[in-house]
């Protein structure tokens, strides 16, 4: 069995969903209360159209689109190399509590109503707890740690963090904010505007950026951790580095988001039939992924009609977690074995 | 010149949590050598080899060509020192060309799909040496272990480096691989390469190594040819063995034959 696509399909398949998130982002842009063609869409977004039309894609459903390409991006992004850091194919932020951590981080900040959206109060919180959680997860499962335990230590923290969140909205004394809280956390990019994108995409591309910087690094260590040395990777070193990345990514955008599942655990595995299972090469791919299941979902909420709006996060979990659940029947065999 | 130190290590020593692992170990190796590693379970001969290959902390210095380990940058280590640890583990299934050609990445060569000419003549070079070239495209995580372990050995082989350190290579291979592998090695080292093998098969270091280093409890007990190092005192004193000796097509033939 040939195992490996070659270059040639690999470019086919990345192509491919390059178009297929172009396709969604122009999607996007036109569904809403006022349903627009693609071709209005992308004339009112290169200044053409009225003005009405303009600023319906400009300003009202441009941030969203924008914020569903970035965030699904960097999920997919950093479920990618997350897998490649520990190994790993059921690594993934939202399993090992990097969201809800940086969610209890942002959250913090709205209960102490600090959370104004022209201060950076809530993504450097969410960005510390994020890097919080992810460097909590390695101390406690250790440098060579199998999928139990990973998954335990995960477990933990999420749960901590979830307790957490809790807490804050016990203490908080104004109830609306607590609703707000509430509402927040099931994570959304409804009414998002031109400041959220300015607040978030820093951070998510300097984590993006930062993953990529080390993808060679991610090929070296699938002889394991002791090889990859010996071939030049400090791989103290890149475990900061990508714990850094994630951290600031995903901090970054569930700042703005709130907590947004699943999506960084479904697109490797999406890609690795396509693309092979190099961890390096999954990368930009698992982005596209990343940023095409986010953009799908975020569409899908504003058309499935529901008395109240469906929030996206909610729905990427609705689906992400059925998929994990096939992820641990395939995986059954690993896991039982997977003490040691 | 070439019998010349190459690999030299001075009062070398490994602390493991508070406990010394290895102590004191000097010795000199020369290029196109290969050295067998010997020694009870436990004696240190993997901490050994990974001090070599600067892996882990060590007391005391290793030099390489004069050069102090220390003084040199992780990818320039990587470059001189080729290390091949147990287990041969591979954790995705990549293709077996891919596995080999990750031996090129301290030169440089992080993609496998980009390789310049010379790189990918060291990659066909190490395949062709260890008869892995027919299932170049197929899977690593679909081989026998036999067929895996010529694969690791194929990518320690690719680094090309001066020095190629081996942890075990031939564990739990049928007596065919174990013969085919240490030809490899010996291949390697009558080439130019420093080759230090880590075994547990005294007939094989007997026969294919031209010196032997046995350690015992962290510390160095013997060195030198293998007949001289592998005495009866130290097959008794070390190993617990009696050993039935004798020599066949110009090589030593020393078995473990019973409990002393």
Same mark, same amino acid.
């Given at each position: ?67 569903? =390409? ?77 999928? %139990? ?5 995960? =477990? ?54 930062? %993953? ?80 095409? %299941? ?47 | ?10 009062? @070398? ?6 406990? &010394? ?14 050295? *067998? @590693? ?12 990974? *001090? ?36 041969? @583990? ?30 990918? *003549? ?6 062709? &040496? ?63 390469? @420093? ?56 090589? *030593? ?8």
């Amino acid at each position: 069995m040939v195992v490996a696509p070659g270059p040639a399909r690999r470019a086919m398949v990345t192509a491919g969903l390059a178009v297929l998130v172009g396709l969604l982002a122009i999607g996007s842009l036109a569904i809403g209360p006022v349903k627009l063609s693609p071709l209005v869409v992308i004339e009112a977004l290169f200044g053409g159209g009225g003005d009405v039309q303009q600023v319906i894609v400009q300003e009202i459903r441009l941030p969203r689109t924008i914020l569903a =390409l970035a965030i699904g991006g960097i999920l997919g992004l950093s479920g990618a190399a997350l897998q490649g850091l520990l190994r790993n194919p059921l690594a993934s932020p939202s399993l090992f509590g990097a969201p809800q951590s940086a969610a209890f981080g942002a959250v913090l900040m709205i209960a102490l109503g600090w959370a104004d959206v022209r201060s950076y109060a809530l993504p450097v919180a969410g960005i510390t707890m994020a890097f919080v959680s992810v460097f909590a997860l390695l101390a406690v499962a250790g440098r060579n740690a199998g999928l %139990l335990l990973l998954i335990l230590a995960g =477990l933990a923290i999420s749960s901590f963090a979830g307790a957490a969140t809790a807490l804050v909205m016990n203490l908080s004394l104004n109830p609306f904010a607590t609703l707000e809280i509430a509402f927040w956390l099931l994570g959304s990019l409804e009414d998002r505007s031109f400041r959220h994108v300015m607040l978030a995409l820093p951070f998510i591309v300097a984590g993006a950026l930062l %993953l990529m910087s080390q993808r060679s690094a991610f090929r070296a260590l699938s002889l394991g951790e002791e090889t990859a040395q010996s071939l030049g990777v400090d791989v103290g070193r890149l475990r900061l580095l990508v714990i850094a990345g994630v951290a600031l990514g995903v901090g970054g955008g569930v700042a703005v988001s709130g907590t947004i599942g699943f999506i960084g655990l479904v697109a490797p595995h999406l890609m690795r039939p396509l693309i092979g299972h190099d961890p390096a090469r999954l990368l930009v791919p698992s982005a596209l992924t990343g940023a095409a %299941l986010l953009l799908a979902a975020d569409i899908a909420v504003r058309l499935i009609p529901s008395t109240s709006d469906i929030k996206v996060g909610v729905l990427t979990s609705i689906i992400g977690v059925p998929f994990f659940l096939y992820l641990i029947v395939r995986e059954r065999r690993a896991l039982g074995g997977g003490v040691a | 010149m070439s019998e010349s130190p190459f690999v030299r290590t001075e009062h @070398l020593g490994v602390s493991l949590s508070g406990r &010394a692992v290895l102590r004191d170990v000097t010795i000199e190796l020369p290029r196109r050598h290969l050295v *067998a @590693l010997v020694g009870p379970n436990g004696a240190g001969k993997t901490t050994l080899l990974r *001090a070599l290959a600067g892996l882990i902390p060590s007391q005391g210095s290793v030099t390489i060509d004069g050069v102090a380990l220390s003084a040199l940058p992780l990818r320039e280590r990587a470059k001189r020192f080729g290390y091949l640890p147990q287990g041969h @583990l591979v954790h995705w299934p990549l293709p077996v060309r891919d596995v080999v050609a990750l031996g090129r990445y301290p030169h440089g060569a992080t993609d496998p799909a980009r390789l310049s000419p010379h790189d990918e *003549a060291a990659v066909a070079r190490a395949m062709a &040496a260890t008869d892995v070239v027919q299932f170049g495209d197929r899977s690593v995580t679909e081989l026998s272990g036999g067929e895996r372990s010529r694969v690791a050995l194929a990518r320690v082989l690719a680094v090309e480096a001066p020095v190629l350190l081996a942890d075990e290579p031939t564990a739990s291979l049928d007596p065919r691989y174990q013969i085919d592998v240490m030809r490899t090695l010996r291949a390697a080292a009558d080439a130019g390469t @420093l080759v230090v093998v880590v075994t547990h098969d005294l007939g094989l270091a007997a026969r294919f190594a031209d010196s032997v280093l046995v350690l015992s409890d962290g510390q160095l007990v013997a060195h030198g040819a293998p007949e001289v190092a592998l005495s009866d005192r130290i097959m008794a004193e070390v190993f617990r063995v009696s050993a039935y000796r004798a020599a066949h097509q110009d090589s *030593a033939v020393i078995l473990p034959w019973a409990g002393v």
